[in-house]
């Protein structure tokens, strides 16, 4: 085998499907036959439905059904977690009682022959409900312990190291709560024959929407089909899978038709999760030559009162920098509301913007430049786990990153860069994320005109999934990228976990690669057992493959392509690979992915609008399949995290929990004018333990750092230090 394309900057290959419209999403499965179905939601945060007038609804034009808990079919709900879903607590069954647990669940749906007749409908039923006071503010909830999770870790005395430390900086950061809000909205084409049903379902999670639909009516997991083969953004929303699937299940049943249903804008809101809000206090003891003697990171964050929804608020804490104490608390606020989810950089983001934002406080305590003080803290092993790290590239990133960025010109002092009236500042922070992998499966099938397809149950919500693939498949087996057909977006594919905590390279990639070795030794044992063929009796050992054909060691002729092997076997070869990593390699290193990023602002002191100039990102994230397609998961995420900074916040009404700005006016996030300049740069980093690809994952760690560089980057501006996200107009004006 030859490289030709891992590593280079390859061009979507399902990129004119896209522009042409030819790509199919969800909602653009239409059945014939079908109808359409509106979720009517709850109007009050805690309670019960205490009456439901379906009968005027039911006469109006079109309906086809209105179903509410009183005469919606009785569910099993069988027990099923996936590792997406929270360990401890209940999914929310839906309509199988009168309980109302938040704002916005669902209490009936409406059933119609055209989407208009459903909305109207929806409108005009009437529900009625017995309503009680939710608690929806976490400042004022009472923390609990996570049921069954590791959340205290602890090494050293750190109290008592930071009460004898020269330097401590003692400071709470505040994070508001976010929604995913990506361009599709969730959707869903329910359609049932006989028992078995085929959903058309927007997921990042076939395998598991698959198990859980099953779960929930009590089917054999092999009766239910999930199909989705394009997602229009995810960021996290449809790893699990929310009510709305079920409803339309439900409803496809209840009517014997295909149903159809869309989640509104403002619905999204509601049930299919948010980043939670989160409140972080950091305490850093340090020597006067920067060297950190103790620290402390408490954190909590908001969950529903039915489910336990943790991340990984605190967890970087332990790992990130070289501390002899350190101790991390993690609690969570339970509130009357729906359950949050995974959203980009899920913990990791929220808990280094506190840390990062610490760590920069502490460098102009100390008057050491921010990226000095973190090299004197780097550490030689993982102290958290008491191992070595797979691979660490973060002072590297920061050397590039800092020369891209021109970090040079920057005068340390606050308020000291201007550009005529604006303020200008610039800071940095780490960004870092775990190196995940999950046990994958992929099948490669050889076809007689020489053409490859391969398959595998995963998703693409953007990255590039289709391209990436392909050019695995293409390195491995030698071939042309346009002889090979990659399929995702069913869930009787191969299995592979969710398309989700960046490890769908590192997992599938390598169920892909195991999956084309093992055609290619199928297709070898062919040529050698066929008496007719050139190669007829051939040791194996004594075979190898070229540029996508067979030939002796050292001979030079053509030899055998896929094709004439496959053509004389008068059937395709069909090959299934997998991958997992191997559970001694991971005891043995700490693997995680390593980043770091700076930010330039300007601030109009008249006005305190913010406006970011520039970003630059320097990464560590071992070998990078195609540069394009990473460059473009930075910008992405980059993008994200100035939503995170600046702008992004979901404000709950404390009277109902009412999303008050459940909309695209008010929920506020970077649109094209906000975009400024955004580079993203590689070092060099080999990593031959994370996976057989050496890749380690990208989508997430390009959000991490960015909220914190921006936020460090306000406080060189002007002074000021901003710890509450995101930044606005009101904090700068009035600090």
Not at 602 to 625: K, M, Q, S
């Amino acid at each position: 085998m030859t490289a030709h394309f891992i590593g280079k900057p390859q061009t979507r290959v399902d990129g004119p499907r896209k522009v042409t419209g030819d790509a199919r999403y969800a909602a653009d499965f239409n059945q014939a036959g079908q109808a359409y179905a509106v979720i009517v939601s709850a109007t009050v945060g805690l309670g019960r439905v205490t009456g439901i007038d379906s009968a005027p609804v039911e006469r109006m034009p079109g309906v086809t059904a209105v179903i509410t808990h009183r005469n919606a079919e009785r569910l099993p709900y069988l027990p099923h977690k996936a590792g997406i879903d929270p360990a401890v607590g209940e999914r929310l069954h839906v309509l199988q009682d009168d309980n109302v647990r938040f704002y916005g669940q669902p209490v009936a749906l409406v059933i119609a022959d055209t989407l208009d007749n459903a909305e109207r409908a929806a409108a005009a039923l009437h529900v009625s409900y017995e309503a009680r006071q939710p608690l929806v503010d976490p400042t004022v909830a009472q923390s609990i312990v996570p049921d069954g999770a590791m959340v205290d870790r602890s090494r050293g005395d750190a109290d008592e190291a930071m009460a004898r430390a020269s330097v401590v900086i003692d400071e709470t950061y505040n994070i508001a709560r976010e929604n995913h809000n990506p361009m599709e909205p969730h959707a869903t084409i329910a359609s049932w024959s006989g028992d078995r049903l085929t959903l058309w379902s927007k997921s990042q999670y076939l395998v598991n929407e698959r198990a859980e639909i099953a779960a929930i009516f009590g089917l054999p997991v092999e009766n239910v089909e999930v199909i989705c083969p394009f997602i229009g953004g995810g960021f996290g929303t449809s790893l699990r899978t929310w009510p709305h699937v079920t409803l339309a299940a439900l409803a496809a049943r209840h009517i014997r038709r295909p149903v159809k249903l869309v989640l509104t804008r403002r619905q999204m809101f509601f049930t299919t999760g948010h980043r939670p809000r989160t409140f972080q206090r950091v305490k850093l003891g340090a020597t006067p030559e920067g060297r950190l003697v103790g620290v402390a990171h408490e954190g909590t964050g908001e969950t529903s009162r039915y489910e336990q929804f943790t991340e990984a608020l605190t967890t970087v804490t332990d790992y990130l920098y070289s501390c002899p104490n350190v101790r991390t608390q993690y609690r969570l606020a339970q509130l009357d509301t729906s359950t949050p989810n995974h959203m980009r950089g899920p913990g990791e983001a929220s808990g280094i913007f506190a840390l990062e934002s610490a760590m920069d406080e502490l460098s102009y305590k100390l008057g050491i430049d921010p990226i000095e003080l973190r090299r004197r803290n780097e550490p030689q092993i993982d102290e958290a786990e008491n191992k070595p790290f797979s691979s660490r590239s973060l002072m590297q990133c920061y050397e590039l990153g800092a020369e891209r960025f021109g970090w040079a010109r920057r005068t340390p002092e606050p308020g000291s860069m201007r550009d005529g009236r604006l303020f200008i500042g610039m800071g940095a922070a780490t960004a870092t994320y775990p190196a995940f992998h999950a046990p994958a499966s992929a099948r490669v099938r050889l076809l007689a005109d020489g053409m490859v397809e391969v398959e595998a149950a995963a998703s693409d919500m953007g990255p590039g999934t289709y391209t990436s693939m392909t050019q695995v498949a293409a390195e491995f087996l030698g071939l042309p990228l346009e002889q090979v057909r990659f399929r995702l977006g069913r869930s009787d594919y191969p299995q592979t976990p969710s398309h989700g905590g960046s490890w769908t390279m590192a997992s599938v990639g390598s169920a892909i690669r195991a999956a084309c070795l093992e055609a290619q030794a199928q297709a070898a044992r062919h040529a050698v057992q066929d008496a007719g063929s050139p190669l007829s009796g051939a040791r194996m050992d004594d075979l190898e493959w070229s540029e996508g054909r067979l030939r002796r060691r050292g001979d030079a002729s053509a030899g055998l392509s896929y094709q004439d092997i496959v053509s004389r076997t008068r059937v395709p070869i069909e090959a299934a690979g997998s991958a997992q990593r191997d559970p001694k390699v991971a005891e043995r290193y700490s693997m995680h992915s390593f980043g770091a990023v700076f930010a330039e602002i300007a601030i109009d002191p008249d006005i305190g609008t913010i406006t970011v100039r520039r970003i630059v990102g320097a990464y560590g994230i071992g070998r990078v399949v195609n540069p394009l397609l990473a460059r473009s998961q930075c910008t992405g995420g980059m993008i994200g995290g100035m939503g995170m900074a600046l702008m992004e916040r979901t404000v709950l009404d404390p009277r109902d929990g009412r999303s008050v700005n459940a909309h695209m006016a008010d929920y506020l996030m970077p649109v094209n004018l906000d975009i400024p300049e955004l580079e993203a740069h590689f070092v060099d980093e080999v990593d031959p333990h994370v996976n057989p690809l050496g890749v380690k994952g990208l989508g997430e760690i390009a959000l991490v750092g960015t909220a914190p560089a921006i936020a460090n980057a306000v406080f060189h501006a002007t002074g000021k230090r901003m710890r509450t996200l995101p930044i606005t107009i009101e904090d700068i004006l009035t600090v």
